[in-house]
Structures are given as structure tokens and as C-alpha cells.
């Protein structure tokens, strides 16, 4: 089962500890050979990884497939082997996310998300992104940001310990991991990019098919107006970086390297069948009401509300009532323990510091209904709560918070918790997601020719163009592999 509703509670924390053990020291970058001041010494930087890894799995949820993560790792670390750093101890994981984007954390922590995957063609692509990333590590650079931000004394210890609750559309989670993934400078991606280059090839991956991905980003880019964080910065423009990256590439095999691989077909295999876009097993709405078919329930969110579905949540608010809702899933230790019971381990865990309600049988599950005492940024608070248990050692946690007391905000937020019911119609839970799908063309034509006859699909064909790096103006050969979405069940 995927879900990508997780729990946050624990993040601020593991933030706070990983920056409580920065202490200042001086040490030789490995990538460069150069002495530096860095407040992190290495195995600190091990430390922050080990201890942020759960935190980044548990707000993007790692990607199901366990065929495509264990081929991701076999590549990333085929190229890590020949990085400057080959023993760290690298971890390479696949995030259930459609956002195009890569990122690495301090330790030989890589991410790389499904999203980035539908759009790259080859293995050699593919060692070219994780190179880069590797090189971000190897270079130090994660653990340079991590020393400018202390020095720019960002409040980090300031967040106490109640969720990311009532921060919609940015959860204090998400605040808390955006201080690792700060953007790099350009000279730091001018850097990666080489190391990366230098990695793949070495790694015996052919290095000519790297600028590709920058032309891809490029495009996506343009087509979505939208910010790719992190790999895709906004700065060094990906143009520039397809230049420098094909010097780079020339460079790298001009001793007449014969023996490089690019291993598209092997590629294609393993991304056959990939999950593209949003997953609507892992929630949707339709209108103001909200199903998600993995965990088994839906619910009605508060007519005129604004609604956003996030991987660690999702949060409804009304502007004009000063009001806020927040739904994320819980878990307890005790897989036995009672709605009424996991609200007592969270005061005892002092998660909350105040509890008043009583236990409620819904129409379905069992639910424990009142407020709750809860530190924030902002002090402390008293929030309406609501926690459901949907099944065992789970919990449907619904926080909200109006203007005051009793008011209509306040009984929307009520009657919107006690809504929560399991999902019955099949329909809505029968759904499947859009999913990537290679076909070989049986005849020369142009591309939008040849895509427009293989059946419904999901993508616009300038979208399909740029999945497979082609213009859909050209003309294909027959016996080219095609990549192309096909539309899955749902609204
Ligand atoms: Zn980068």
C-alpha cells in the first residue's frame, strides 16, 4: 500500500537535534582538495542524514515499486563507486512524487522523484542526474548551506512541537526540510555538474546523452511556468548548463573512449508502467470532498473551502472566517489502542499539553472528539481535534481551528470531521492513476502522426514530445520506442 498521507510530528525535532550537534571545525574537501571551515565535520554529516532520511520518506512517501528503487540504487551506486567519496555509504531512493526534481542531503542521502523518471530516456541519463547529485555531497556542498544558514542565524529551535498543524500550504515539516534543500549557488551546480560528468563517465556511462536532460528541463520548464526545485535552480539557466555539459561530455571521451554505455532499452524496461502525475490512490478531491481509496475512507470538507491535498496533508481554510483545518494520519504504537487511548499517548508523549472530549462511535469507525492544548510557533493553542481510528494502529487526525468558540467556523470544522466515513462507492475507489507506457512504432511518420494513432492518452502530444526529448514535428523511423501515458480510471 502507498499512502502519502505520513506523519509529521516528528520532524522539527530531528531538525533540531541534527543542528544541535553542528559544532565549527575545519576540514579537507573531498571533491576538491581544498581545506574549509565547515561547522559540520563528516560524520556529523553521516548523522544528518541517517536522522533526516525517515523525515524526507515520511513527507514525500518513497515510490512502491520495489523493482524501480532497487534500480535506481543499483545505478546510483555503480556510479558512487567511483566518486571521490566510494565508501560513504550512499542510499539512492525513489520518491513517490510527480514534481521533476532530484536533490541529495548531507551523508550520501539521494532523492530522485518518479516525476524526473518518466522523462529521462536512457541509464546514462539517468547515472548523469545521480552523478550530479553525488557530486553535491562529495563536493560538500549540503553541508556548506546547513554552515551559512547557522551563520545567517536562521530561528531554527524557535519551532516547538505540535505538527505543521494549521500552516496551510506550507507545513512547518516542509519549512524545517527546505533548510536543507536551500538552493545552490552557481558555482555549486557548475561544480556538480562536472563532478557528475566525471562520475558516469568512469562509471563507464556514456556522458553525450547528459546535456539531453538539460534541453528536457528546459522545456518542462517553459511548458508548466511552474518552479522545479532544486536539480532545475533557476539559476545557471538549463540552456547554459546543456552547453557547459556537452563541452563537459566532449571533453570526457576525447581519449576515445569505445566501451561507453548508454543502456536506453534497459531503461525502458524498468520504467515501463510507471506511475505519471498524481496518484489518485493516495487522495483526491472531487468538489469539496476528499477520497483516498488506499487508506479506505472519504469525507466532506466544508462547502466554499479552499482544499489542498499535499503528501504529508491536507488542509481546508476559509479566509473570511479566519478558520483552518488540517487532516494528517497518524499512527500508534500500541496497534490495539482505542481512540480515547491514543489521545492519553500523546499527552503522555507531550505532543499535546491539554485534552478534553470523549470518545464518538461514527457511522463507520471509532473517534475520539474534542480539543486539544497544542504548542505552535505562535504559542500555544487550542485546537478543535478530532482523531479517527480507521484501522489498527491508525489514526485520521483532524485539527482545526475558527475565530472563536462555537462559532459557524467552528461547526462547519465539527460536522466536516464527523463526516469521515469508509469508502464504499466502487467507482471512486477503483481508481487507478495515469501510467507510462512504451510503444514501438510500426511504420516512418511524424511524431504527432504516429502518437495520435496509439490510442487514448493523458498527455497533449507537445507534453508526449517532450516525455521522449523528440519535436513533434519530426519524422520517427519505424521500430522507435515511444513513450506515451495512458490514462488511468478516475474523475
Ligand atoms: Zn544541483
Given amino acids: 500500500m502507498t499512502s502519502r498521507l505520513h506523519r509529521v510530528l516528528a520532524i522539527p525535532l530531528l531538525v533540531a537535534s541534527v543542528l544541535a550537534v553542528a559544532v565549527a571545525g575545519c576540514s579537507t574537501n573531498p571533491a576538491t582538495g581544498k581545506r574549509q571551515i565547515s561547522f559540520v565535520s563528516t560524520s556529523q554529516e553521516a548523522a544528518m542524514g541517517r536522522e533526516s532520511d525517515p523525515a524526507v520518506i515520511a513527507e514525500y512517501g518513497l515510490y512502491g515499486d520495489s523493482t524501480v528503487q532497487r534500480y535506481a540504487d543499483s545505478v546510483g551506486q555503480r556510479v558512487a563507486s567511483v566518486s571521490h567519496l566510494p565508501t560513504l555509504g550512499w542510499h539512492f531512493r525513489v520518491l513517490d512524487s510527480p514534481v521533476v526534481n532530484a536533490f ?12 524526473i523518471l518518466a522523462y529521462l530516456n536512457s541509464e546514462a541519463q539517468l547515472a548523469g542526474v545521480l552523478g550530479h547529485e553525488c557530486g553535491h555531497v562529495t563536493a560538500r556542498h549540503s553541508a556548506q548551506q546547513i554552515t551559512r544558514s547557522q551563520i545567517a542565524g536562521v530561528g ?7 505538527v505543521g498543524a494549521l500552516r496551510p500550504y506550507t507545513g512547518l515539516a516542509q519549512q524545517g526540510l527546505g533548510l536543507l534543500f536551500l538552493k545552490y549557488s552557481r558555482d555549486n551546480e557548475t561544480q556538480a555538474d562536472e563532478l557528475g560528468t566525471g562520475y558516469a563517465t568512469k562509471a563507464d556511462y556514456d556522458p553525450r546523452v547528459i546535456p539531453e536532460t538539460y534541453s528536457m528541463l528546459k522545456r518542462v520548464g517553459e511548458r508548466s511556468g511552474a518552479q522545479l526545485p532544486g536539480f532545475l535552480s533557476t539559476h545557471p539557466d538549463p540552456g547554459d548548463r546543456e552547453i557547459r555539459t556537452s563541452q563537459l561530455a566532449q571533453a570526457a571521451v576525447a581519449g576515445g573512449r569505445r566501451d561507453l554505455q548508454i543502456e536506453a532499452a534497459r531503461y525502458r524496461r524498468h520504467i515501463e508502467g510507471l506511475v505519471y502525475g498524481d496518484d489518485p490512490r493516495a487522495g483526491y478531491f472531487v468538489a469539496n470532498r476528499f477520497y483516498h481509496p488506499d487508506l479506505g475512507f472519504e469525507m466532506i470538507f466544508p462547502d466554499g473551502w479552499k482544499t489542498l491535498n499535499q503528501p504529508s496533508s491536507v488542509v481546508a481554510s476559509n479566509q473570511s472566517l479566519g478558520a483552518l483545518m488540517e487532516l494528517t494520519l497518524q499512527f500508534s504504537k500500541d496497534s490495539t489502542a482505542t481512540p480515547d487511548q491514543f489521545v492519553r499517548s500523546l499527552l503522555d508523549e507531550k505532543k499535546i499539553q491539554d485534552a478534553s472530549g470523549r470518545s464518538e462511535s461514527f457511522r463507520d469507525f471509532p473517534a475520539w472528539m474534542g480539543q486539544v492544548l497544542a504548542s505552535g510557533d505562535g504559542g500555544r493553542k487550542t485546537l478543535i481535534a478530532g482523531f479517527v481510528r480507521i484501522r489498527p494502529g491508525q489514526f485520521v487526525q483532524m485539527l482545526g481551528q475558527s475565530r472563536s468558540a ?29 501510467r507510462l507506457h512504451v510503444v514501438v512504432t510500426d511504420r516512418e511518420g511524424t511524431f504527432t502522426d504516429l502518437v495520435s494513432r496509439m490510442g487514448p492518452q493523458a ?26 501515458v495512458q490514462k488511468g480510471r478516475h474523475p
Fill in 104 to 115: 541529495a542531503i548531507p551523508g550520501g542521502y539521494i532523492y530522485i522523484t518518479r516525476g
Fill in 156 to 162: 531554527l529551535l524557535a519551532s516547538a512541537v505540535f
Fill in 459 to 484: 498527455l497533449s502530444l507537445e507534453e508526449t514530445a517532450i516525455l521522449n526529448n523528440m519535436r513533434a514535428t519530426a519524422t520517427i523511423p519505424a521500430g522507435t520506442p515511444i513513450k506515451i
Fill in 406 to 434: 462555537g462559532d459557524a467556523a467552528s461547526e462547519q470544522i465539527l460536522a466536516s470531521i464527523r463526516s469521515l466515513a469508509m469508502l464504499r462507492d466502487p467507482e471512486r475507489r477503483n481508481v487507478t492513476a495515469d
